[in-house]
């Protein structure tokens, strides 16, 4: 009887075992078309990898970091991007970093990671941050955060943060993905290439066609 209770717990063991590792591998980038040709293929999920061989440190390392982003967008903030991109060794790993630079009053506006949790922490200055859950709650969680606070804006969800001090600000994130990927809501929605149809926006956004001409004709940045 004590056995065959034992069995069945290692048979519903290994099936969930199985289960588990039988589901797809969370996506590296966008999106990875599967190519008729092999020889035309560019990416697998991720990156193509080194001979383990041939790999050596500088693969694992960038230099700079602690240097301030230019600030060139009207919204005042600068992203300094630590990822699979700009570290070839952080390939498979799943995580990731970026510094943000804020000019006094400086925004870096809504946007979402669709593929990686952020943990932030602020080195200079005062941040008003938040995030807004999914349908239906659309609950904001909003903080201001100090020099040494650090927050966590969950995966997919719209954040933000706000420079509400006199003096610039810094901050440090760490993200769950070798790739996290950034949609800025506002320039994804009215600075898309090409556009979107202005009656789909009037209508989504209720407002007049005008309003969404305006905001199309506007230059929108990454950040
Ligand atoms: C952010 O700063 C870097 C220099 O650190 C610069 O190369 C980059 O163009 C800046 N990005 C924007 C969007 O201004």
């Not at 901050?171 to 556009?195: C, H, M």
Request: hydrophobic share 45%.
């Amino acid at each position: 009887m004590k056995n065959s209770k034992c069995c069945v717990v290692v048979v519903f063991l290994v099936l969930f075992c199985l289960c588990v590792s039988a589901t797809d591998p969370g996506s590296l980038q966008d999106f990875c078309v599967a190519a008729k040709n092999p020889n035309n293929a560019v990416f697998v999920n991720g990156l193509f990898c080194k001979d383990p061989k041939l790999a050596v440190a500088e693969d694992f390392y960038l230099a700079d970091f602690n240097k301030p982003g230019v600030i060139k967008s009207p919204v005042g903030s600068n992203v300094t991007q630590a990822n699979v991109a700009q570290i070839p060794g952080l390939n498979t790993l799943g995580i990731s970093m970026a510094r943000i630079d804020y000019a006094p009053m400086g925004l870096n506006p809504p946007h979402t990671h669709p593929r990686a949790t952020e943990i932030l922490v602020v080195l200079e200055g005062t941040l008003h941050v938040g995030f807004v859950t999914s349908n239906p709650e659309n609950k904001l969680f909003t903080k201001v955060l100090y020099k040494g606070d650090v927050f966590v804006f969950p995966v997919g969800l719209i954040h933000f943060q706000a420079n509400v001090g006199k003096t610039p600000a810094v901050a440090i994130a760490a993200l769950s993905s070798q790739n996290p990927g950034v949609i800025t809501i506002a320039n994804a929605v009215f600075g898309s290439k090409a556009p979107i149809n202005d009656d789909v926006l009037a209508k989504a956004f209720q407002v007049d066609k005008k309003v969404v001409d305006y905001l199309q004709s506007q230059f929108w940045m990454e950040n």
